[in-house]
């Protein structure tokens, strides 16, 4: 049995997508969501998916306690899925090469402080680049920088407006991103 943190802070529709994608597949369990946002209507999506909530702070967030919750949850892979806190050095030296992130831009390109939701694709569709996409990568303690798992690019067409680029990006996510997760489960021992 693989178990996954899911980390929130949003809409929570890659949350959705990855729990049903595991839904059947009684290897994965998704142990916990754990939300920086009570706004975020990942909670609610969480509720009706029987995920339980742990709602973080930033003081808990980057006590060692809390890196030792996950551990002693069992957790195998942290998925980042729309979260926006950096990571404490000590929660990523806890999960060497166990926690992703899912970019929607293709980096290097768009990728860093600064570069989060609607500011990404206001960027790439500013600088008419002919494409953009998503990118899983491993989480390292920089933003944006960690090892790349998968990428998936789109084209951008001549009158495309950040929004529309934005669901372009969003049907990749609800493609590829349960199946970056799937890749590396499996690799993991
Ligand atoms: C996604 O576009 C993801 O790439 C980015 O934040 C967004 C989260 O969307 N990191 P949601 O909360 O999963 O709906």
Redo the contacts with the bound molecule.
């Keep these: 049995m693989k178990r996954l943190s899911i980390f929130?802070s949003?809409?929570?529709?890659?949350?959705q997508r990855i729990a049903e994608y595991f839904l059947e597949d009684f290897e994965v369990k998704i142990e916990n969501v754990v939300c920086n946002n009570p706004k975020a209507y990942?909670i609610e999506r969480a509720k009706k998916l029987g995920i339980p909530v742990r709602m973080i702070t930033k003081q808990d967030f980057n006590s060692e306690a809390f890196t030792q919750e996950l551990k002693s949850l069992g957790i195998d892979l942290i998925v980042l899925?729309?979260f926006l806190w950096k990571l404490p050095e000590s929660l990523v030296k806890a999960f060497p090469k166990k926690i992703v992130?899912?970019?929607?831009a293709l980096l290097p390109k768009y990728g860093g402080k600064g570069f989060?939701?609607e500011h990404v694709h206001e960027a790439v569709v500013a600088a008419k680049e002919p494409y953009s996409g998503?990118t899983v990568h491993y989480v390292n303690e920089l933003y944006d920088s960690g090892e790349i798992i998968l990428q998936a690019r789109v084209s951008l067409d001549e009158k495309e407006t950040p929004d529309s680029l934005a669901a372009k990006?969003?049907q990749l996510?609800q493609a590829y991103f349960p199946v970056a997760i799937e890749q590396v489960l499996n690799a993991i021992q």
């Design positions: 929130v949003g809409n929570g529709t890659n949350l990942a899925a729309g992130n899912i970019h929607p989060y939701g998503i990006i969003h996510e």
